[in-house]
């Protein structure tokens, strides 16, 4: 069991995979049971534990868990007695409702048992044209469309991002020439005034006869 356990953990986050995490209270003689619909080749992993009353004391023996996992036929897939966690793990083998019940011994006065329940399965590809059958078309297409929203918006902000980055090449283009065309402006402009400080201190020279 342990073994099969692993393997359903370690291939169940490359499936399609739907999870379902609750929490609730088993009244003491009373069980409590979560149903779900499932169907064949679906692969099921359940984890469980209870919430200790008193964090760091041992658990009262009253407050341990009863845990089965029942096919609607009545089929017994998992059982658990007198336990505070646990996980199961198994392949559904026929369609139909699975229920995960719990419950604890009774007692006197009545106490309520606090319980965390993490439920995963995963569908295998071949198994999808049965769940549109079972599932809700409308719960699919809003989701669908969240999605392709997401999609929209993601392409959206590409366009975004591509157009600033054009732009702002042409920017730096623009910006490059300038500064380019300044550059040869003052090349030109100091050449020029050197000139005329040449022509004028030789001007000088000749009029004291110097040179």
């Known amino acids: 069991m342990e073994v ?71 089929r017994r897939l998992y059982d658990a007695r007198g336990v505070e966690s646990g996980q199961f793990g198994f392949e559904v083998a026929l369609d139909g409702k699975h229920n995960a019940c719990f419950a604890t011994i009774p007692h006197e006065p009545a106490v309520n048992t606090s319980v965390d329940f993490n439920w995963r399965s995963a569908v295998a590809v071949q198994a999808w044209p049965k769940v549109v059958k079972k599932s809700s078309v409308d719960a699919m297409e809003l989701e669908l469309n969240k999605m392709e929203g997401t999609v929209n918006w993601i392409q959206e902000e590409m366009i975004y991002l ?25 090349l030109f402009l100091c050449l020029s005034v050197a000139g005329l400080q040449i022509w004028h201190l030789k001007s000088f020279f000749e009029k004291k006869k110097i040179l």
């Open 4 to 74: 099969g356990l692993a393997f359903f953990i370690v291939i169940l986050p490359y499936l399609s995979t739907i999870a379902k995490s609750i929490s609730f209270n088993v009244e003491s003689g009373v069980s409590k049971c979560i149903t779900e619909d499932l169907i064949i080749k679906s692969m099921i992993v359940g984890e469980y534990w209870v919430v200790n009353p008193n964090e760091g004391q041992p658990l009262p023996e009253h407050h341990k868990i009863y845990v089965g996992v029942f096919h609607e036929t009545e």
């Open 162 to 186: 591509r157009q600033r980055n054009q732009q702002m090449i042409k920017q730096n283009m623009t910006t490059n020439s300038i500064m380019g065309w300044s550059s040869l402006a003052s």
